[in-house]
């Protein structure tokens, strides 16, 4: 019967909890297999509840749920460990990554290759790598799962990219030779294949790619704002 369709074992990270009732959570998964998932956690803010130490963010967790609506319900949640814990400028990248996926991925849509390049990051984030090839690696996995890849290697006409001249990235083309009077940012030919190459090591790449990547995500999210980025802008001015 509907009703009692079950997911069992499923390797997944929590993005989100809502509070629902005066002892419940409404959890926003991120599973492997099953892609975002909404989810109901009942009892989980009982104080003695054995949930509230097992749902923990950016933490690996295995998870089984039930239901045929939209909703699901959790039927299990343990914690798997073996990833230190987020914090300070880390944990708000690390949330910078929930919020772009509980804003540009549909429920219940499997995206695996996402999935690793999400644990990959989180993973590299909290043993303290450097955050430009962490986060662009993984904006650019998301943004080729949800179906717009980019084409660093060669130009909207099909000629390979040059590293010394310099590059329009338009979102529905691709790159295009800058004739230098567009009166918008462009980018060097460098910056693109070291992008293709996950090379940031140049400090020029890093800023470059790093505002492509905003320009980028920034259409994609038609207009919704990032509040993990306000946030670290308003630190930043402190």
């Not at 009692?4 to 419940?24: F, I, W």
């Not at 006409?157 to 010394?164: V, Y």
């Not at 910056?191 to 800023?207: E, K, N």
């Amino acid at each position: 019967m509907a009703h009692k369709q079950r997911v069992d074992d499923q390797r997944a990270y929590l993005l989100h909890t809502y509070p629902y009732s005066e002892t419940s959570l409404i959890l926003d998964v991120f599973s492997r297999d099953h892609g975002r998932v909404p989810m109901l956690a009942r009892g989980a803010r009982r104080p003695r509840a054995a949930l509230r130490g097992v749902l923990i963010g950016f933490q690996p967790l295995e998870l089984g749920w039930f239901g045929a609506g939209e909703v699901k319900t959790l039927a299990k949640a343990e914690w798997l460990g073996g990833v230190p814990l987020l914090n300070g400028r880390c944990l708000l990248l690390g949330y910078y990554l929930n919020e772009l996926l509980m804003k540009l991925l549909p429920r219940e849509d499997a995206h695996p290759a996402l999935f690793d390049a999400y644990e990959a990051a989180l993973l590299a984030l909290s043993h303290g790598a450097a955050d430009a090839p962490e986060l662009r690696r993984f904006e650019k996995s998301l943004l080729r799962e949800i179906g717009y890849g980019l084409s660093l290697n060669q130009d909207a006409a099909g000629q390979a990219i040059k590293p010394d001249d310099r590059y329009l990235y338009l979102v529905e083309r691709g790159a295009v030779m800058a004739r230098g009077d567009e009166g918008v940012p462009t980018l060097a030919g460098k910056t693109l294949l070291d992008m293709a190459a996950d090379d940031y090591t140049d400090i020029r790449t890093q800023a470059e790619s790093k505002t492509l990547m905003r320009q980028l995500i920034a259409h994609h999210l038609a207009g919704q704002s990032l509040q993990s980025r306000r946030v670290f802008i308003e630190l930043q001015e402190l």
